[in-house]
């Protein structure tokens, strides 16, 4: 595995594990990659019964419409109420300081608790 790929596995084991202790919910875990039909890097994420896909980037090169799209896509593959980018934070690794990215109309359903 190049240093690129263990680099991208540890944040999202990092940002599973958080969430995880966090929401006090033993259910979310990094998901295994399954090809085309992606369904985000964290698994078991809820809102309110609801699937929320969560995307993991730690790259050096800033992508967010790139990363945006492909978090909705994999919502989409997953059947979820909405999909985030968790991104890296140049200098500090603390899981719980890392930024955020998600759309407006995302951001409404998480403010509703997924009630629309």
């Not at 599973?16 to 369904?39: F, H």
């Not at 978090?71 to 890296?88: R, S």
Request: net charge neutral; proline share 1%.
């Amino acid at each position: 595995m190049n240093a690129n790929k263990r680099r991208g596995t540890a944040f999202e084991t990092s940002i599973a594990n958080y969430l995880a202790v966090e929401l006090q919910d033993d259910r979310i875990e990094r998901r295994a990659q399954s090809g085309a039909k992606d369904r985000g890097d964290i698994a078991g994420v809820r809102l309110n019964g609801h699937r929320v896909v969560i995307e993991c980037k730690n790259q050096s090169r800033i992508n967010l419409s790139g990363w945006l799209d492909e978090a909705q896509t994999e919502a989409g593959n997953d059947d979820a109420i909405l999909g985030a980018v968790v991104f890296k934070r140049r200098g500090t690794a603390k899981p719980g300081e890392q930024y955020v990215l998600l759309t407006v109309d995302d951001l409404v359903t998480l403010l509703s608790g997924g009630v629309q």
